[in-house]
């Protein structure tokens, strides 16, 4: 089968010219910013609201549900996606535009509840904190009142599903909950990883993050500047655990992934620096007895976000993901 080109988007890139500024800061460019929608008159597809998740840290979280749910009364729980933003841990917000209505797009097509997460970003707040974030999303499900968590979720089918850097955040996310010290969030019960074009890297290129180190959208430099800024400080290289999933051959959790039978979905494209490191990722995984599903095509990076074709099949996968891995 022929390769098929895509053609990149056209917009005011952050990832190209970070600028640091004093006291672990960096320039951000005002971006627009998408209010929840929770009309009951309008014709949208999705209903949203936001709730608070920790006023301290400034954290919260974007709730997505199919309207049709709502006006139908429909008794039917839904699987719950929780979402975790791209943009090198530095950039972009849950209600960044992009990110918002792809997480729409999300909640129509597969019939799901789908949970955004704002969390905080580095270089003022470095990873862990938007792991920790993570987390404490996933305990606010366990034990909140809310209406629509109450009324149309399923928490024994929960999917973490991140894109670029969320793809890295579901992934960590998912070895803490796999660990045995995270037993108490049940009735949440983890089905899976969903991890869309993962951002991951190391000390040593890969053939794809060399071949592309030009990219227009990702290029090398912004791979390594966005982990500068986000790994721990006094960090001397990308061989971290956070940004390297192989080093010292994976995290010993990866053996609880198997035991709780979690599958892990991995999605990659051709023209993304990211691909080897995704594709590793995936053989790596599955060499370890996680039952991995993978999807590899052409496209460029977050494609989706841009080309309606291949967000048909990434949610196509998605939901035949879903169905293979759920109650």
Known sequence: MSSQKFVRP????????IEE????????????????????NDTSLVISKDVDLDINKKTWLRIYVPRRIIANHDNDKLPV?????????VFFHANSYGWDLFCQRLAENLGAMVIALEYRLAPENRLPAAYDDAIDGLYWIKSTQDEWIRNYSDLSNVYLFGSSSGGNMAYHAGLRVASSSYKELEPVKIKGLILHQPYFSGK???ESEEKLKDDQLLPLHAIDKM????????????DHEYSNPFLNGGSKHLDDMVTRGWGILVT???EDPLVDGARNFANFVEEKGIKTFKLFGDGYHVAEFFEPSLAAVLFDATRDFISATKS
Request: proline share 13%.
């Open 21 to 40: 500024l004093p006291n672990d800061t960096i320039k951000r460019k005002p971006e627009p910013l998408i209010p929840a929608n929770s009309d009951p």
């Open 268 to 270: 990659g494209v051709s």
């Open 227 to 238: 982990f500068d800024l986000s790994l721990p400080k006094g960090t001397l290289d990308h």
């Open 81 to 89: 996606i929780f979402y975790y933003h791209g943009g090198g841990f």
């Open 204 to 206: 040593n290129r890969t």
């Open 10 to 17: 056209i917009f005011d890139n952050p990832f190209f010219n």
